[in-house]
């Protein structure tokens, strides 16, 4: 049988859906790694819908931004454990980051970006001259 009201219990959630927990952070949980020239960058983003969905790249922080609609105030909650509001977080993109060509994907509840190496970081070749024979460098 459910509780409708426990004061300490009501008072746990509080306080996790402020500060989070291990298992359920407050902001929303992230998977990056690197794919060879690219990171990819997975949000979670269950019951969102794509519309209230907004990506801001300045310099180089890039700031996620998604909404999930509160429930009708009319309905008597009986559990209310899913987070509702505004999330907001960001990621501070090294200089080795192309933020011009960042591309976003929203499907299933999961936000998906890809972030390209920038052209100046990838590695390449130097030719080195000799006394004899003198070449530019690019570099």
């Known amino acids: 049988m459910l ?4 004061p300490f219990r009501d008072l746990d959630r509080l306080t996790q859906s402020i500060l989070g927990t291990a298992a359920r952070p407050a902001v929303m949980p992230m998977d990056a790694w690197r794919e060879g020239e690219k990171f990819i960058v997975e949000f ?3 019951g969102v819908d794509a519309d209230s969905l907004h990506l801001d790249v300045e310099r ?3 700031t996620v931004h998604a909404e999930r609609p509160s429930r009708d105030e009319n309905k008597e909650m009986v559990a209310a454990e899913r987070p509702r509001g505004v999330f907001s977080r960001q990621l501070f993109l090294g200089e080795n980051l192309d933020t011009d060509r960042i591309e976003a994907h929203y499907d299933a509840g999961v936000l998906t970006l890809t972030i390209p190496v920038a052209e100046k970081a990838k590695p390449r070749k130097i030719e080195i001259g000799s006394n004899t024979e003198k070449k530019a460098v690019n570099a």
């Open 3 to 6: 509780m409708r009201t426990d």
């Open 44 to 46: 979670d983003l269950p």
């Open 60 to 62: 180089n922080v890039l």
